[in-house]
């Protein structure tokens, strides 16, 4: 924008005071152009200046993330706080009645004999997995040795005799009377030969026989069975003693024991979110809300500044001086109220526009190269950025 002096001779008045008849000759208009050549009436190139504001460096709406009734507010307007502080409170008694429960199902869980069961049950599935194994091993080797199987066979001839000689004896004396006392003691002999030359047979065609496919499948089924439930037993008992279980880890118990441990996690983050807490040091800004109102979830209950730091946000920073500026320009920062000059660079540069009388604005935030004393959120100031150093 230009801008149009129009300088008036000092002599010409001079001489029109003394009534002078001559004609005097008209002055020229000059025109101060900032993309000019004349240097000493140009501002400064290579920069560009725009309006600001003093802001605080950090800043927080703080609001509650679920609702309730307000129960307590512990800060004011114009309080320090740290970062850390509780600032409001919800009412909060179902929320404590939910981590109590949680924390006592846990405690449940993970008692001493929860865990001294979970030992024992570990020992119980190793056992399992030793004897699944062995019968796995077992469908590779014979039954018996052949000393064994020797002796069987031999048992089992003189048993097949025993019986012959208990039939012949049985059928010579089959005609008596079914209560004459030595055919009923016949009996009983050959019975007892038929039962021993049965047992001794089944014996001798067990060990002398061949798994088949299902034997080695039921076999190896059931080693496959006790390593899984094995697997799960350690698992759980890991899980109890806090120890690290895979992310592949499996189990009823082990489920169990990690929905109570969410439980227990979901309850005291429900319990958290009744308390507001100050994200950093800092003073309380604005307060929102009175003891005993209800807080909507997403409601700005309190507005935390940190006035240790400030930096300066332009306000008519236009779209065409917007294409100069670059992150880490340096920057001359003048503050009115304190009457002062102070340095400063360019840290952000926002990528959407705002409109201030319908001109196209962009904001650009300009840190203090130094703490500076005296600022107050809201101070006006004006600042010239250096582009292209």
Known sequence: MKKVLIVIGVLALILAACGSTSTSTPIPTV???????????????????ASGVILPAQEANLAF???GNVQTIHAAVGDKVKAGDVLAELDSTLARLDVEQAKRTLRELTSPASIAAAERA?????????DAQNKVYALDYPRASDTKIKNIRSDLETAKKQLALASDAYHRIAKLSDGDNRKSRALDVLTAAEFRVRQLQAEYDWYTGKPTETDAAIAHANL???????????WYLAALKGEQVPPEATGAQLTQLQQARDALEAAQRRFDNTHLIAPFSGVIAVVNIIQGEFASPGQ???VV??????HVETTDLSERQITQVRIGDSASIRVDALNQEFGGRVVNISPMANTLGGDVVYKVTIAFDEKVEGLLSGMSATVEIHVGK
């Open 65 to 67: 993330t679920i609702g």
């Open 305 to 310: 500044s940190n006035m240790d730091q400030f």
């Open 31 to 49: 025109v101060l152009d900032a993309g000019g050549t004349d240097e000493a009436t140009s501002p400064q190139r290579g920069s560009v200046i």
């Open 300 to 302: 700005t209950i309190a």
């Open 224 to 234: 496959e069975a006790a390593k899984a439930a094995l697997n799960e037993a350690q």
């Open 122 to 130: 570990t020992a119980f599935a190793e056992k399992n997995v030793e």
